[in-house]
């Protein structure tokens, strides 16, 4: 009888005493590319959260494109923001993950046409390659209404 109430005791006290738990936080850089307002190339910043317990890095990113104008439109601009979550998978090397989360975009089309801001959610794929450094690519799909288009992300991350 005691050794059927000994491993249940153990493993209460174990999780009623308190653990620290560290992520490892990374910061990082990317180029970037999106199909917004006929195309435009730009760069960004990162900072992120690797969650040891999860395969799972929670992403704020910022970035600035340069698009393209159409019809002799000047003045378009375009910038945003994004906070996402990355699910890796468990692999050493190379981790494939899927990535979703929230979108803001705010841009001037130029012309007559003027600025506009939203928000909305994003949906993608990527891959982080580990090699001391963070090399990373991904694609995602940005549901806006004025902004909607893809985002090609290329870069590097630095484990803080």
Aim: aromatic share 8%.
């Amino acid at each position: 009888m005691r050794r059927t109430l000994l491993l249940p005791a153990l493993v209460g006290l174990a999780l009623a005493i308190p653990h620290t738990v560290q992520g490892q936080f990374f910061l990082g850089g990317h180029a970037a590319f999106t199909t917004y307002q006929d195309g435009g190339a730009g760069g960004g910043a990162r900072l992120g959260l690797n969650l040891p317990v999860l395969p799972l890095d929670i992403v704020g990113v910022a970035e600035l494109f340069s698009p393209s104008c159409s019809e002799g439109r000047d003045g378009c601009s375009l910038w945003g923001a994004s906070l996402d979550a990355n699910l890796r998978l468990p692999i050493p090397l190379v981790r494939p993950y899927v990535t979703g989360g929230l979108s803001y975009r705010d841009g001037d089309r130029g012309g007559e046409l003027g600025s506009k801001s939203e928000s909305g959610l994003n949906l993608g794929l990527g891959v982080d390659l580990n090699l001391g450094v963070r090399l990373f690519a991904d694609w995602r799909y940005e549901f806006l209404d004025e902004f909607e288009g893809s985002v090609v992300r290329l870069g590097l991350n630095f484990n803080l």
